[in-house]
């Protein structure tokens, strides 16, 4: 029965969705509202996209009364459709210019003339929360020397930061300006400028001030490079030498 609205929304393998099976019921409400809905910042659907936990449904119908869906949680398969219909109505929205020029007759002449080729993400097809791609995470993590975080996501992101600070083409290239030599900082030992009680505490304090530091350098460096910028368009003006006069 949701066949032709998740071939419409392209959603990968619309004819082997179940609604009954647990798992491809999750995994669509997550899909529809990464691609299609959208009404959650993406920070803030980690309790939506947590498929594997035993309180997803909680999350779940948060979910649902942030949309306003007027439909019992408990009957998936009719708010199913009713999400169906919303990520229908708001890809119409996102591409009205496209579908107005639609007509039946021009659907019906594709489909005579060859097989439909849809060009779709690659990385839409992956599950995220996988077993598999958590794995696959960890395992990346430790060849590159990541510590890993307990959320295989915040992992991912600490390898893509690594990956194009010091594995870019022009990180490999000039090794030397992003692969620092010499003495590693004794962070630990610094003085923190003041005491929590819990050397725990003070240990995180001087990790996130030197993180401050960091931050504070980097948008230092940005404003000198708008600086010299601007200078060398101010201190070299291009003049026309023929609007000139000698003498009165």
């Known amino acids: 029965m949701f066949r032709r609205k998740l071939t419409a929304l392209d959603y990968m393998n619309p004819d082997n969705f179940h609604v009954n099976d647990e798992k491809s019921f999750r995994d669509l409400v997550v899909w529809l509202e990464d691609q299609k809905i959208r009404h959650y910042k993406i920070e803030d659907r980690g309790a939506l996209k947590a498929v594997e936990e035993k309180d997803w449904a909680t999350g779940y119908r948060r979910y649902l009364g942030s949309l306003n869906c007027p439909i019992n949680p408990n009957e998936r398969a009719a708010v199913l459709d009713w999400l169906l219909g919303l990520a229908v109505r708001f890809e119409y929205g996102d591409n009205v210019d496209t579908y107005k020029s639609e007509t039946a007759e021009n659907v019906r002449n594709r489909q005579m003339s060859g097989p439909k080729m849809v060009n779709t993400n690659p990385l839409d097809a992956l599950d995220f929360q996988s077993p598999e791609f958590r794995d696959g995470v960890n395992r990346l993590a430790s060849q590159l020397g990541v510590t890993q975080h307990p959320d295989h996501l915040v992992t991912l992101k600490a390898i893509s930061k690594l990956i194009t600070s010091r594995l870019s083409a022009e990180a490999m290239q000039n090794p030397g300006e992003v692969i620092h030599q010499g003495k590693a900082f004794p962070i630990f030992e610094a003085d923190l400028g ?17 993180m401050y530091i960091h931050d504070l350098r980097n948008l230092q460096t940005r404003i000198n490079e708008s600086i010299v910028a601007v200078q060398t368009i101010t201190a070299n003006p291009k003049t026309d030498t023929k609007l000139g006069k000698v003498g009165r």
């Open 194 to 210: 003041f005491e929590t009680g819990d050397p725990v505490l003070n240990n995180a304090g001087k990790a996130l001030r030197l």
